[in-house]
């Protein structure tokens, strides 16, 4: 199991290479017909809210103490997934 440190550096890294990620989708909206612009726009403000409560979560991991640092982190590998399942989802139709 990793540490407290290593873990949120972890998802530190990987927090920041979904919002690279997230980025270049919208991009890719931009050049959309407006039909699919809208689509595509739905479903980048449903990641952004993903990725805003990773965030959030990813500060709540780094304020807890040792002791609830293991509830909290169950709490944001939901999160994390919940982050992921979409870009992966969101990445797949935008091809």
């Known amino acids: 199991m990793k540490t407290k440190n290593e873990s949120i550096g972890s998802m530190a890294a990987e927090l ?3 919002g ?3 980025d ?3 991009a890719k ?3 959309s017909a407006d039909m ?3 689509k595509y726009t739905q479903e980048l403000n ?3 809210g993903h990725q805003q409560a990773a965030t959030l979560k990813m500060r709540e991991l780094e304020d807890a103490s040792d002791e609830a640092w293991i509830k909290v982190k169950e709490t ?3 999160v994390w ?3 992921r399942l979409g870009l992966n989802s969101a990445t797949a139709k935008f091809k």
Do not use: F, G, P, V
């Open 16 to 18: 920041k290479a979904w």
């Open 20 to 22: 690279t990620q997230i």
């Open 24 to 26: 270049l989708l919208t």
């Open 29 to 31: 909206t931009e050049q």
């Open 36 to 38: 699919a612009k809208l």
């Open 46 to 48: 449903s990641l952004r």
């Open 76 to 78: 944001a590998d939901k």
């Open 81 to 83: 997934d919940d982050l």
